[in-house]
């Protein structure tokens, strides 16, 4: 009998933690949105981003279509249109809606899209409350794939809605500035890795995307990493010295975007009586000098290392020398929305902002790992179509939940691509 009673209430601390970390993700969601108003919700800037609202109700969707649809038999939708409006890739699922049509949804309303959530919020707890041990071990995983998710949503929601307040002449703030705490930028220091076979990938408790795995071996030539990201100022440099001018200092595919786009300094720089200002959540303002450079291409990272006579590091040099650095830094529970200063040197021989303040891109292709296979259904979808012409990014930035990241996360986004917190960290050979 006191065994039945302790399966029992470890079942019931179960089930109050996963209900617990549900309603935090999905309250997080809603807090991001608390500083719009309405017309806020609508906008789609351009096609990679998507308005507010959707990214609300895709979340929810995908609550909907993977945990309530198969496990609870009586559930009904609110909206059988739901499920063509609100799939993003999903194309076992079904029909979708045009992607780079989604600012045209107005129905249904803001408000309509919120009483979804509670709707579907409210399903998923009642059954969590009812299910039992076999049924909760077998939710767990779809729930934490869900949370997992929709904390990638948030971090796209806080860029996504960066760049639709960047297209507004008015130049709007969507929260205070926060000032940075004051320092003197630590200079830059080159660290060294020893030639080895190193183990890459996920191999550890708690939850992974199934592109952090197999762990495998790689062997690396000795390498020097930068002790810190790239600042503003040293960007700067690389422009007033003829960096975007310069066709030797670009691969063919990125000469040909700076043409076509006509780029002249990162995304949200713009030269105002021969001051360099940015946008950035807090409104327009003077670019700072000590501040990350952040909303760089593959392409300008690529570049810019290339003139520093340095190179990108590997996704693998990247996670190798992560070990040993705790996994702390400016992510988005932080508040600050922008990547901060580093103010202080880190520890002898450990890189400094390696986790949070901006995505740092590596010079590896986003392919599968040796003896990758997706998973099997429609949740196989999630990652493993996406490796084709794509780059990997490393570390999270201030935009990201620091319970999301871990050292071998693996980021990826086309080497164009600008409207996320993308930085640089240099490395080169020995």
């Known amino acids: 009998m006191v065994k039945d009673i302790q399966e029992q209430v470890s079942v019931q601390s179960e089930q109050a933690s996963l209900i617990e970390a549900y309603k935090k993700v999905r309250h997080f969601s809603e807090a991001i949105c608390e500083p719009l108003v309405t017309e806020d919700y609508v906008i789609q800037s351009m096609p990679d981003v998507s308005p507010t609202k959707w990214h609300l109700a895709h979340t929810t969707w995908f609550f909907e279509t993977f945990l309530l649809a198969p496990n609870m038999p009586d559930y009904t939708s609110p909206h059988p249109q739901y499920a063509y409006l609100f799939n993003s890739y999903y194309n076992s699922i079904g029909q979708r809606h045009c992607r780079p049509k989604r600012g045209l949804i107005s ?25 039992s041990e076999q049924k909760l071990a077998a939710l767990k995983p779809v729930v934490t794939l869900g949370l997992q998710h929709e904390q990638q949503h948030q971090e796209l929601m806080v860029t996504d809605i960066k760049h639709v307040l960047s297209c507004n002449p008015l130049h709007p703030a969507y929260i205070a500035e926060r000032p940075a705490d004051p320092g003197q930028l630590p200079p830059l220091e080159w660290l060294r890795y020893a030639e080895g076979i190193y183990w890459i990938g996920f191999d550890g408790e708690g939850f992974s995307y199934d592109n952090e795995s197999p762990r495998h071996r790689e062997f690396l030539h000795p390498f020097e990493l930068a002790s810190r990201l790239i600042t503003n100022g040293e960007y700067q440099r690389f422009i007033e010295d003829g960096g975007y001018q310069n066709p030797l200092l670009w691969l063919s595919d990125g000469w040909r975007t700076v043409q076509e786009q006509e780029w002249e300094a990162p995304l949200y720089w713009e030269k105002q009586d021969g001051r360099w200002l940015m946008m950035t959540l807090s409104g327009l303002r003077e670019v700072k000098p000590d501040e990350p450079v952040c909303h760089v291409s593959y392409y300008e990272a690529e570049a810019y290392a290339r003139w520093a006579q340095a190179r990108l590091a590997t996704e693998a040099e990247w996670e190798v020398a992560s070990r040993g650095v705790p996994m702390r830094g400016n992510f988005v529970d932080y508040g600050l929305y922008h990547p901060a200063p580093l103010i202080t040197a880190p520890p002898q021989g450990q890189p400094a902002q390696m986790y949070g303040d901006v995505w740092e891109w590596t010079q590896s292709a986003y392919l599968p790992y040796p003896g990758y296979h997706p998973a099997p259904g429609a949740i196989g979808e999630y990652n493993g179509k996406f490796m084709c012409n794509q780059f990997v990014l490393r570390g999270g930035s201030c935009a990201t939940s620091e319970a999301h990241i871990r050292p071998t996360y693996r980021n990826f986004f086309p080497p164009d691509a600008r409207w996320q917190f993308t930085g640089i960290r240099l490395a080169r050979e020995v």
């Open 107 to 131: 129905r249904p309303t803001v408000e309509e899209t919120y009483a979804y959530r509670k709707y579907v919020d409210h399903h998923v707890i009642i059954m969590l409350e009812e299910a």
